[in-house]
């Protein structure tokens, strides 16, 4: 018997250390903050369309990697907001494979140019900053994203629980 709150929570808990470790890497190569980011955890906004438990898993693993990276509480806030609406947007499209990547790429592309610009006052307009954010989503979210749910969808009945044991 498997206990479906127990897998729910331990889903999210393992998709919040993948977010936190792939953004520490993406960072330790210069890639993961500024107006271009590409964010090899970005690529897993698309697990919504797998796994329910990945919605609250990527908000923490924002949230943790955005504070481990140094980030300020308005972007740790509003960034983490942008990654939370993307994964009930691709849950919300779980049935469209294809648009799976739109509402993460959409919800950074609206939110984080105003972060840079307001927040940490980069240089450059919105327009530019929706320009470079949203060149780092489509890598990120639209390249990687689905090349990790295709490989995912490969191997769906081996993470996949059968009906009788999902209902307890």
């Known amino acids: 018997m ?9 889903q999210g808990a393992v998709i919040a250390a993948l977010y936190v470790i792939l953004t520490l890497l993406a960072n330790s190569l210069g890639l993961a903050n500024y107006a ?5 955890s970005e690529a897993l906004t698309i697990l919504p369309y797998f796994f329910p438990a990945a919605i609250p898993g990527l908000f923490i693993g ?20 942008a990654t939370l609406a ?6 919300a499209l779980r049935k469209h494979k294809w648009l799976t990547p739109v509402p993460p790429i959409a919800a950074n592309v609206l939110i984080v140019p105003y972060i840079l610009a307001y927040v940490y006052h980069f240089e450059g307009s919105l327009a530019y900053f929706r ?7 489509i890598i990120s979210c639209g390249v990687l994203g ?15 629980l059968p009906r009788s044991s999902a209902r307890q």
């Open 62 to 81: 924002c949230v943790l990697s955005n504070l481990l990276t140094g980030c300020v509480p308005l972007d740790v806030f509003f960034g983490s907001l």
């Open 2 to 10: 498997r206990n479906k709150k127990v897998i729910f929570m331990t």
């Open 36 to 40: 271009v980011q590409i964010r090899f």
């Open 131 to 137: 320009i470079t954010v949203g060149i780092g989503e």
């Open 86 to 91: 993307g994964a009930f947007g691709t849950y």
């Open 146 to 160: 689905m090349l990790l749910l295709f490989s995912l969808e490969k191997y769906r009945a081996f993470y996949t």
